[in-house]
């Protein structure tokens, strides 16, 4: 990989070169855009092939250090490459994929030893190594602090016991980013460490969970005394919420221009094309809400680039200001997802077998709301703005500063009395 800065004008036309001679032009319709984020075994082995041609080529971690296997250029690089491949064919690991590459891979590089590394970060960018998160648990819900996946050491070993759920494309991964806690004596925020955990070792079991649309991407796991070893931590013993900060920046859409949209220039192509389809491409009421999508998508847009303006201007990871992301993203999908339904109308509700554009919308809007649930319900980001940026006066916390394992005493013998 070349350790020398490449001009970004130089870069795109290289870019663009390999783009046109290696890869295939998306079709203009792709149902899979707006709605499954699962994939078939068959697809993310395919990916895994492409991944690789990437990696090889130098087009995978473009951003990512070159002692790991990345380009060692900057994220302005991995944007003008995303731009250039827009329209074609490239690696498509679903909602994993964008976790991987985003708040897990910036997240190990961040806090891991140079030899876990090594390791691991190469094989991920050529596909070998497909990662997943085992974050939210059943008890836990958006208290994610709250957690009750137990690591205890014995000898030189870490035994994992607990429930994970809601982990996008675990069925998938060969590894998951587990936070787990191991010490019970100190506050909540305290005792909590990452681990990188097999998804094959004994002792896991990784089952799929169907959505409304009828795609499995979610799914929960249990941990039934899962042995690891101290090269398996991720990040140092009892220090995991400090992890858990720099990944809620790139999870909240923030941080990395990898992941960032690319920028709006032209009205939504789906909208239009359901528009067209549906009879109503003069239709006012159509053009309306085709505009109003429009404005929300460019504002989204510049909005995230004035976030990550600011996050690269602090020294320490601030999931706070990359919450303005997220909540846009909560609020805005959800019309988004609408306006396609109702410029479609009953295309959009019932269409044919062959139909991508309806089936799409249908499953886009079935789907509209995760991005107001998901890594951190609207609510809970509305929360962080104002404390910690507004700095409105708090919530009442009742045990924040308590040992965790009084916590769960007291909520056990509160149970019993209520019940």
Known sequence: MTKHMVDLDEFRGEARTWIRANLERRPQSDAR?????DRTPEEIAESRVLQRKFFE???AGISYPAEYGGRGLTPAHEQVFREEAAGYITPDFGGAGHVMFTAIGRSLLAHCTPEFLRRHIPKMLAGEELWCQFYS???AGSD???IRTRAGRENDRWVLNGAKIWSTGAHHADYAMCLARTNWDVPKHVGLTWFAVPTNAPGVLVRPIKQITGSTGFCEEFLDNVVLTD???IGEV???WTVAQTMLVYERGAGSSGSAPIEPRILASDLVAAARQAGRADDPVARQAIARAHVNDYAQYHLGKRISALLRTSSKPQP??????????????PIRARLAVEIAGPLGLLWREDDELGAATSAGYLNGRVSSIAAGTNEMQRNGIGERVLGLPREPSFDSTKPFSQVVRDARNWSHRVG
Not at 33 to 37: E, F, K, N, R
Not at 320 to 333: E, P, Q
């Open 231 to 233: 090269d398996d931590v």
């Open 33 to 37: 855009a707006a709605g499954s984020d």
């Open 144 to 146: 994610l602090a709250g």
């Open 320 to 333: 706070a200001i990359a919450a303005y992301g997220k909540l846009a993203s909560g609020t805005l999908g």
């Open 137 to 139: 648990e059943p008890d």
């Open 238 to 240: 009892d220090q995991g």
């Open 57 to 59: 080529a130098g087009f």
